[in-house]
């Protein structure tokens, strides 16, 4: 059983950066890989990026390539989101995810989902 918890959210302009954080806590959590999702008033919950613990293998949505960076700390169980570049549409909650995976991309390949945390871009 894995809990995540994000953190790190708030309002930031168009063109800054922000780190999200999810820590993790559980025994068998090397054995899960973690993803980021985000959702938006009124739309789809849309996948972000993800990260393998095993081996660090890294998966990003088109919409944010050259953008954000997903990394883990496995010392601290934790995995990062780093976001650069942010543009008015990245605005959503952003949730922190914890699965056995296959894709990665879907939501059905994770089992354990955080709260959310709310990130919001300026224009």
């Known amino acids: 059983q894995v809990q995540p918890v994000e953190s790190g959210g708030g309002l930031v302009q168009a063109g800054g950066s922000l780190r999200l954080s999810c820590a993790a806590s559980g025994r068998t959590f090397s054995r899960y890989a973690m993803g980021w999702f985000r959702q938006a008033p009124g739309k789809e919950r849309e996948f972000v990026a993800a990260?393998?613990?095993?081996?660090?293998?890294?998966y990003y949505a088109d919409s944010v390539k050259g953008r954000f960076t997903i990394s883990r700390d496995s010392a601290k169980s934790t995995v990062y989101l780093q976001m650069n570049s942010l543009k008015p549409e990245d605005t959503a909650v952003y949730y922190c995810?914890?699965?056995?995976?296959?894709?990665?991309?879907?939501?059905?390949?994770?089992?354990?989902w955080g709260q959310g945390t709310q990130v919001t871009v300026s224009s």
């Open positions: 995810a914890a699965g056995g995976g296959i894709s990665y991309r879907r939501e059905s390949d994770y089992d354990y």
């Open positions: 990260i393998t613990w095993t081996i660090g293998s890294t």
